[in-house]
Nanobody, 124 residues
Framework: QVQLEESGGGLVSAGDSLTLSCTVR??????MAWFRQAAGSEREFVAA????????HYSDSAKDRFIISRDNAQNMLYLEMNDLKLEDTAVYYC???????????????????WGQGTQVTVST
């Protein structure tokens, strides 16, 4: 019943900006997050935000470059990516968790719902 669907991926040049969107169907969960998986690598945490609009969480690579935001009324999740690097190339996934715990936002297994992913490719 609950579905997450990412969009906005594409091919960009290093240094460019790109904003990803995630549409939530059915309901909004307490925690929303973005993960990514590069070819040949394991999935890794990127950013997370809670339903109440509390502190946002970022990975070291995303901090100061990416901005996660949430529109509760529209059931939308966004990831604004700035100053993109070659190493940002990956499939980006949005995820949702029922409960919020600021100490475990980067743990994959606590997220019950996942989107299918959208490809972001950064070139020179």
């Amino acid at each position: 019943q609950v579905q997450l669907e990412e969009s906005g991926g594409g091919l960009v040049s290093a240094g460019d900006s790109l904003t990803l969107s995630c549409t939530v169907r059915g309901r909004m969960f307490s925690t929303m997050a973005w993960f990514r998986q590069a070819a040949g690598s394991e999935r890794e945490f990127v950013a997370a935000t809670d339903w109440l609009g509390g502190p946002k969480h970022y990975s070291d690579s995303a901090k100061d470059r990416f901005i996660i935001s949430r529109d509760n009324a529209q059931n939308m999740l966004y990831l604004e990516m700035n100053d993109l690097k070659l190493e940002d190339t990956a499939v980006y996934y949005c995820a949702a968790a029922k409960f919020y715990n600021p100490d475990f936002v980067s743990v994959q297994r606590r997220y019950e719902n996942w989107g299918q992913g959208t490809q972001v490719t950064v070139s020179t």
